[in-house]
């Protein structure tokens, strides 16, 4: 995550808005995190249907506020790795 391995889709980037998280709030929280909360399987849109995974991790930002995100795993040309998160959002 540090290395700048990560994108946000337009959703997690209004979530994060809303809640005036900035990237770093998340990456801290991601970072910080002591486990994956929850693992969900899923069927891609795309043509191929693969099953994909999302993750759910639930952290604190170094300020300690709790922030929840949701997102998966990408590879690009078998070396191009990140993580994409579709929802950034403060943690009820």
Request: hydrophobic share 40%; glycine share 6%; net charge positive.
């Amino acid at each position: 995550m540090l290395t700048g391995r990560y994108a946000f889709s337009e959703k997690a980037r209004l979530e994060m808005d809303a809640d005036g998280l900035t990237e770093l709030d998340v990456v801290e929280a991601i970072v910080n995190a002591v486990a994956i909360h929850k693992r969900l399987r899923s069927t891609s849109s795309r043509r191929t249907h693969r099953r994909e995974y999302l993750y759910v991790i639930e952290g604190t930002n170094l300020g300690g506020m709790a922030i929840y995100t949701k997102g998966k795993i990408v590879r690009h040309a078998e070396a191009d790795v990140y993580y994409f998160l579709i929802s950034s959002k403060r943690s009820e």
